[in-house]
């Protein structure tokens, strides 16, 4: 029995321990591509190829000459962080005559990595008359400098000697401040692109905002004059209650357009008009439709402006297709929080009368309730724009045939915010 117990433990700890490794290995092959594609592995080059050059000449030389061209491999290393200390400490290999690639390492970093001219010029100054000590004690020793063909040639490989990493390394610096350079001239014409797509942007919003202005707020302001006629002129007093209906509903109409022309001219201006859960019982009572309103959130609830301005709209849409495709059928909207989503419901019966539907809000309840591509299809677009809103903020809206009625749901996250906004 313990056996069997002690069985599944130590295979456990067997694949533990395996992941543990692999994820360890991972963890070193990146840092090994890390450090491979980095300065390490060219500081490690430079260090073997003036190794291999200290190998040539390790059993011609002296103790304190070998001394000093170990120094001068080894402080390669650091020719990054002290560029120029670390050409000092080849200066005295360069004096030897022999080793001379540690010198030229060190002097093309330091000539690459100082921003200073001077300094970069007297440490080559100074690897020169290193280079040329040998030169120099010769002719001191034998009393001739020879002619002065023999004399340029001596000089020649020192001159090299300094005056070569000094070019190169002048050259990449330059070439690496000329890249940065174009790196932010990049970056500066990238935002002056996405600025003038932005005043662009701006500029369509405005022109948009106007046309909608002079098309629909005339014909919209004419409805309500000939309203407010209806409700004082008409005959009946259900057509005088008609035409104070159709006025209520204008000055709202005209009230959204303006926020709406509002938020085209400036994206950033916040909706200031209806279109929050407080505004749902005025809604309501001049929608035209007879309808009652539960509203199940409580009020400590703190709901995001996209949520509540995404419910407005739906329950908007849902008492206008009443309106139009069910006249005279009761509704009743339904609001409701479950753990972090907004329940909306509207729910209607038949136009010919008759008892409400009263879909639950519990998901999945609710017979013929669809959701996809096709909700909505026909002349009218309203459901399929709020189905597209609800998804912009990571809800869903179902629509469809309920019983004798219709039955809409929208599923709504408690705190929301619109993709770009």
């Given at each position: 029995m313990s056996a069997a117990v002690s069985r599944p433990g130590r295979v456990r700890r067997v694949r533990r321990f395996r992941a543990f490794r692999r994820v360890g290995?991972?963890?070193?092959?990146?840092?090994?591509?890390r450090?491979?594609?980095?300065?390490?592995?060219?500081?490690?080059?430079?260090?073997?190829?003036?190794?291999a050059e200290l190998l040539t000449v390790v059993g011609e030389v002296g103790p304190l000459t070998l001394a000093a061209y170990v120094l001068a491999v080894g402080v390669l290393a650091a020719r990054r962080r002290r560029p120029l200390l670390v050409v000092l400490a080849t200066v005295p290999a360069a004096m030897t005559g022999y080793l001379w690639l540690a010198p030229m390492f060190a002097l093309g970093t330091a000539a690459r990595l100082v921003r200073s001219g001077a300094l970069v010029g007297a440490a080559a100054a100074a690897v020169f008359i290193a280079a040329a000590a040998p030169l120099a004690y010769e002719i001191q020793r034998t009393g001739r400098a020879g002619?002065?063909?023999?004399?340029?040639?001596?000089?020649?490989?020192?001159?090299?000697?300094?005056?070569?990493?000094?070019?190169?390394?002048?050259?990449?610096?330059?070439?690496?401040?000329?890249?940065?350079?174009?790196?932010?001239a990049r970056a500066a014409l990238a935002r002056e692109h996405r600025l003038a797509e932005e005043r662009a942007a701006v500029a369509e919003r405005a022109r948009l905002a106007r046309e909608?202005?002079?098309?629909?707020?005339?014909?919209?302001?004419?409805?309500?004059?000939?309203?407010?006629?209806?409700?004082?002129?008409a005959a009946t007093p259900e057509a005088r209650r008609a035409?104070?209906?159709?006025?209520?509903?204008?000055?709202?109409?005209?009230?959204?357009?303006?926020?709406?022309?509002?938020?085209?001219?400036?994206?950033?201006?916040?909706?200031?008009?209806?279109?929050?859960?407080?505004?749902?019982?005025?809604?309501?009572?001049?929608?035209?439709?007879?309808?009652?309103?539960?509203?199940?959130?409580?009020?400590s609830v703190e709901l995001g402006a996209e949520t509540e301005y995404a419910a407005y709209?739906?329950?908007?849409?849902?008492?206008?297709?009443?309106?139009?495709?069910?006249?005279?059928?009761?509704?009743?909207?339904?609001?409701?929080?479950r753990d972090d989503v907004l329940l909306v419901e509207i729910a209607n019966g038949p136009p010919t009368g008759g008892a409400p539907v009263t879909g639950a809000l519990d998901p999945g309840e609710g017979p013929g309730l669809v959701e996809g591509p096709g909700l909505g299809e026909g002349p009218g677009l309203g459901l399929v724009g709020l189905r597209e809103r609800a998804a912009l903020l990571g809800g869903s809206l179902e629509a469809g045939p309920a019983g004798y009625g219709f039955l809409v749901r929208a599923r709504l996250p408690r705190s929301a915010t619109a993709p770009g906004g």
């Open positions: 290995q991972v963890r070193v092959f990146r840092r090994v591509r450090a491979g594609t980095g300065p390490a592995l060219a500081d490690g080059a430079l260090v073997a190829a003036a190794g002619s002065p063909a023999v004399l340029a040639a001596g000089l020649l490989g020192p001159a090299l000697l300094a005056a070569g990493p000094t070019l190169l390394g002048r050259v990449a610096r330059s070439r690496r401040a000329l890249a940065e350079r174009l790196t932010e909608m202005h002079d098309i629909v707020s005339h014909h919209v302001s004419r409805i309500a004059v000939e309203a407010g006629a209806l409700s004082v002129t035409g104070v209906r159709i006025g209520r509903i204008s000055s709202l109409a005209m009230t959204e357009l303006r926020d709406t022309l509002g938020v085209l001219r400036d994206r950033e201006t916040a909706v200031s008009g209806p279109g929050s859960l407080a505004d749902l019982p005025s809604l309501v009572a001049g929608s035209g439709v007879d309808a009652s309103v539960t509203d199940r959130v409580p009020p709209r739906t329950v908007q849409e849902a008492l206008t297709n009443i309106v139009r495709h069910a006249p005279g059928a009761r509704a009743e909207v339904a609001l409701a929080l």
